[in-house]
C-alpha cells in the first residue's frame, strides 16, 4: 500500500472515530447520529483481520497471479503465510544465472535452480514486508502429518510472514502426461510422489508421499497456521476447444485439488476458526483484458523482478543464485503483472430480502453454505447457519419467491475415491416456508455432460424468478457458451438444460427484469458484453445480441432502473467503474452512453443497490460510494474476499455486505437518497461487523 494510500486510510478512519478511542458512535442501520441522540449502538469500524494462508503450485504463481492481494495482505499486519506444493525445479537451469548454464551438455542442477527460486521468493517478501530484499529469514524444518518434511521460512523482522516448503517435484511439463507429478499421483498414475530438495534447504532427508499422505500433510499445515482465509489456484480451469490441452499448468490445476481435498479434511476437525476459499485465474489471464491500474501494476512489477534477480548483484552470497533468472527475460509473464482475477466467488447475488423485511446473506465457510439472517432494520444479525453437505465451492446466488421464501443456489464438488468420480454439479436449496428453515440440497447436474476429465469450467448461476415463482438459471458452461434451465412449474422440476448460444463468454451471466416485466441476461467477453433480451414478458429471448459496451474486466452486475436495466463493470487497466443503462427496443437493447461512478478505480465486482455502489477501491479495501452527481469512492481499512452485495430496504435505506478475510460478516448501510445534508461524508455508516466472531468447537457443526 503506498504512502499515500494509508494516509488517505488514516485520515478517512480520523473523522469516523472520536476521540481517537478507535470505538465510533453510529446507528446500525444508518449514518453518522446526531450529537443530541442516544446512539443506538457501539460498533468498532471494519479492519483486516485473520489468517491468510495461500496455497500454489510453483514459487512465483503467487507474485503473478495472487498480487496485489498478497502484498497488501501483509502490509495489514495480520498473520500470512504462503505454502509451495513443488520445488519447482524445472528443467535444472536457472538459464540467465550465468553462461555456462546455457549449454545443454551441462548436467541439470535441480536442487541448484529450486534453491534459487526459493532465494527470490524470499527477497520478494521481505521487500513487500520490510521494503529490504535483503532482510533476514530463520529457516527451519518441521516434520509433517503425512511422514515426509516441510522447510518452514519466518521473516526475522515480521514474524508473522511464513513461507512454507512442501518440496514435491514438479510436472517439468505444462501439459505433458507425466506420471511422477501432483497429476499422475491424483490420478493414481503412481503410488506415490518424491520430493526434490533444494540445495540449502533444512530438510535433509528425501521423502515420498502418497495420495492421502499428501492430502493429510497438506491439512496439517491449515491445522498449524488455522487460516481464515485459503487462496489457491483454480481446480478446474478447462481445457481448450474440442479437447484440447488444458488452459492453465496442470501443476496449478492438480494442485489446487490437493488444497481442496486437504481443506475438506481440515474442516472435519475440532477447534478451528471458520474459514473461506478463494481460487484465483492463473493462465487464462493471458487472453483477457489488464484489470488493475497502471500504479498497482507497477509495484506487481516491482517484486517481480525482485524474484527475477533481474539487476544480478549478489546480495545473497548463495552459490545457486539470488533468484530465476528464467523469468528475469519476461518478469511481467504473459501480461499477468497488470492483471488480478477470481475464478470462482465473484458473484454479487448472494443476499436479499425475504417475508417481512427479513434479510438473508450467504456464504461459503468451512465448504458448506453458511447463512446470516437479520429479522428487520433494527433487529442484531443471527449467524452464521449452515445448511447440511460439504463440498461447496466459494460463491453464492440467492433469489426471492413471491410467497416470501429463499432460494439460494450453488456449486457442489465431489472429489470422489477415484479420478473419474470427481466432478461438479449444480445444486439448490429452498425454504419450507417464508423464514423457516432450508430443505435438502437438491442437485441440477451440470451442462457439461461429457466432461469425462473433470475440468469442468462452469460458471456460478445467475437466476430469475418469474411472476408465477418459476426459476430460470443461466449458466456459462466449459465451451463458453449460455446455458439455461428452468422449472416447468413453481416448485416444479426442471426442464432439461438449453443452449443460448454466445461464444469466449467470460465471469459469470447475469439477470435483472426490469419494469415492463421483460427479462435482461448479460455475459462479459474479451471484447464487450453479449445480451440476451425477451422483447415481452414471457416472450422467447432474443440473442446473442451484440450491445456496443466496451471491453470490461469481466465482472458484472445489474439491475432494475426505471424501464430498463442498469448494468456496472469495471474498465479495463483503471479499474474505474463504468455503467449504462439498457432499455428493450425493436429487436435489440438500447444502451445510453457509459459514465463513470468516480473513484481511483479497483477489481473485481461492485455490489450495487439504489445510490450505493460497494467494491473494491484503489488499495484493494472494501469501499463504497454513495449518491450524487460526482460520486466518490470512501475506503474501509479493510480487504475482504469475494465480491460484495447490496440490497435496498423497504425504507429506502441501502445495506451492503461483505465477507472479511476473517470470515465474518460486515455490514454497512446507507440513509435513503436525499436525506443526508449536501456535502455529507461518508455517505454511510462504517463497515462493521455484523456478528461477533466464533470458533468451530465440534467437528461437523
Same mark, same amino acid.
Given at each position: ?50 489468517? @491468510?494462508?495461500?496455497? $500454489? &503450485?510453483? %514459487?512465483?504463481?503467487? !507474485?503473478?497471479? /495472487?498480487?496485489?492481494?498478497?502484498? *497488501? +495482505? =501483509? #502490509? ?75 522447510? @518452514?521460512?519466518?521473516? $526475522? &523482522?515480521? %514474524?508473522?510472514?511464513? !513461507?512454507?516448503? /512442501?518440496?514435491?517435484?514438479?510436472? *517439468? +511439463? =505444462? #501439459? ?95 477447534? *478451528? ?429
Amino acid at each position: 500500500m503506498s504512502l499515500a494510500s494509508r494516509t488517505r486510510l488514516a485520515a478517512l478512519l480520523t473523522a469516523l472515530t472520536i476521540g481517537g478511542a478507535g470505538v465510533t458512535t453510529w446507528a446500525y442501520g444508518y449514518g453518522n447520529a446526531p450529537e443530541s441522540a442516544a446512539p443506538e449502538a457501539v460498533v468498532r469500524p471494519s479492519v483486516t483481520e485473520g489468517t @491468510v494462508l495461500h496455497v $500454489v &503450485a510453483h %514459487p512465483d504463481d503467487d !507474485l503473478f497471479f /495472487m498480487n496485489p492481494d498478497l502484498s *497488501r +495482505s =501483509i #502490509s495489514t499486519g495480520v498473520k500470512v503465510a504462503t505454502v509451495y506444493l513443488t520445488s519447482g525445479e524445472s528443467d535444472g537451469r536457472n538459464e540467465a544465472h550465468s553462461p555456462h548454464l546455457e549449454d545443454p551438455a551441462r548436467p541439470a542442477d535441480h536442487a541448484a535452480y529450486a534453491e534459487a527460486r526459493q532465494n527470490g521468493i524470499r527477497a520478494a517478501y521481505a521487500q513487500m514486508a520490510t521494503g529490504n530484499r535483503t532482510s533476514a529469514w530463520q529457516r527451519t524444518s518441521i516434520p509433517t502429518a503425512g511422514g515426509g518434511s516441510a522447510e @518452514v521460512d519466518v521473516l $526475522v &523482522a515480521r %514474524p508473522e510472514v511464513n !513461507l512454507i516448503w /512442501m518440496q514435491l517435484r514438479e510436472a *517439468r +511439463s =505444462i #501439459s505433458g502426461d507425466n506420471p511422477d507429478s501432483l497429476r499422475g499421483l491424483w490420478d493414481g498414475k503412481v503410488a506415490a510422489l518424491g520430493s526434490q530438495l533444494t540445495s540449502a534447504t533444512p530438510v535433509k532427508s528425501g521423502f515420498s508421499y502418497t495420495k492421502d499422505q499428501a492430502v493429510e500433510a497438506i491439512a496439517d499445515v491449515f491445522a498449524r497456521f488455522r487460516p481464515t482465509t485459503i487462496r489457491t489456484q483454480d481446480p478446474t480451469p478447462g481445457r481448450a476447444q474440442s479437447g484440447g490441452a488444458f488452459l492453465d499448468h496442470q501443476d496449478h490445476m492438480y494442485g489446487a485439488r490437493f488444497v481442496q481435498a486437504a481443506a475438506e479434511r481440515y474442516a472435519r476437525s475440532t477447534d *478451528r476458526p471458520h474459514f473461506s476459499v478463494q481460487n484465483y485465474v492463473s493462465y487464462p489471464n493471458s487472453s483477457l483484458p489488464p484489470t488493475l491500474d497502471p500504479q498497482a501494476a507497477e509495484e506487481k512489477l516491482g517484486y517481480l523482478k525482485t524474484y527475477a534477480w533481474t539487476d544480478h548483484q549478489d546480495w545473497c552470497g548463495s552459490a545457486a543464485g539470488c533468484g530465476d533468472r528464467k523469468t528475469a527475460t519476461r518478469p511481467t509473464g504473459a501480461g499477468w503483472n497488470q492483471t488480478i482475477r477470481y475464478s470462482r466467488g465473484d458473484g454479487t447475488s448472494w443476499m436479499t430480502e425475504g417475508a417481512s423485511g427479513r434479510l438473508w446473506a450467504f456464504a461459503v465457510l468451512d465448504g458448506r453454505m453458511a447463512y446470516w439472517s437479520r429479522s428487520g432494520p433494527k433487529a442484531p444479525w443471527q449467524g452464521p447457519e449452515f445448511l447440511p453437505g460439504a463440498g461447496i465451492d466459494a460463491g453464492a446466488t440467492s433469489v426471492r419467491l413471491p410467497d416470501g421464501r429463499i432460494a439460494v443456489f450453488g456449486i457442489r464438488t465431489t472429489l470422489g475415491t477415484a479420478p473419474q468420480e470427481y466432478g461438479r454439479d449444480l445444486v439448490y436449496a429452498v425454504q419450507s416456508a417464508p423464514g423457516g428453515a432450508f430443505g435438502p440440497w437438491q442437485s441440477l447436474g451440470t451442462p457439461d455432460t461429457d466432461d469425462i476429465s473433470g475440468t469442468s469450467a462452469i460458471s456460478a448461476p445467475a437466476v430469475a424468478v418469474d411472476r408465477a415463482g418459476r426459476m430460470t438459471l443461466y449458466v456459462r458452461d466449459s465451451r463458453r457458451t449460455l446455458r439455461t434451465r428452468a422449472q416447468d412449474a413453481p416448485d416444479g422440476a426442471f426442464g432439461a438444460w438449453r443452449s443460448l448460444g454466445g461464444a469466449a463468454l467470460q465471469g459469470d451471466p447475469v439477470t435483472a427484469t426490469d419494469a415492463a416485466g421483460r427479462r435482461h441476461v448479460y455475459a462479459a467477453t474479451a471484447q464487450s458484453v453479449l445480451a440476451w433480451v425477451q422483447p415481452a414478458p414471457d416472450a422467447p429471448f432474443g440473442g446473442p445480441l451484440p450491445t456496443g459496451l466496451p471491453a470490461t474486466t469481466g465482472p458484472l452486475s445489474a439491475n432494475p432502473q426505471g424501464d430498463g436495466v442498469r448494468l456496472w463493470f469495471r474498465r479495463p487497466g483503471t479499474g474505474t467503474v463504468g455503467t449504462s443503462l439498457a432499455t428493450a427496443g425493436g429487436s435489440a437493447p438500447v444502451f445510453s452512453p457509459v459514465t463513470e461512478a468516480g473513484g481511483e478505480g479497483g477489481y473485481g465486482a461492485v455490489g450495487v443497490t439504489g445510490g450505493l455502489l460497494a467494491g473494491r477501491a484503489g488499495t484493494g479495501t472494501i469501499g463504497v460510494s454513495g449518491p450524487g452527481d460526482a460520486p466518490s469512492w470512501y475506503e474501509s481499512q479493510m480487504l475482504y474476499t469475494g465480491a460484495p452485495a447490496a440490497v435496498a430496504e423497504p425504507d429506502g435505506t441501502a445495506l451492503a455486505a461483505a465477507l472479511g478475510l476473517d470470515a465474518g460478516l460486515h455490514v454497512t448501510a446507507a440513509p435513503p437518497a436525499g436525506s443526508e445534508p449536501p456535502g455529507s461524508r461518508p455517505p454511510s455508516s462504517p463497515w462493521h461487523r455484523a456478528v461477533q466472531p466464533s470458533t468451530v468447537v465440534q467437528a461437523g457443526r
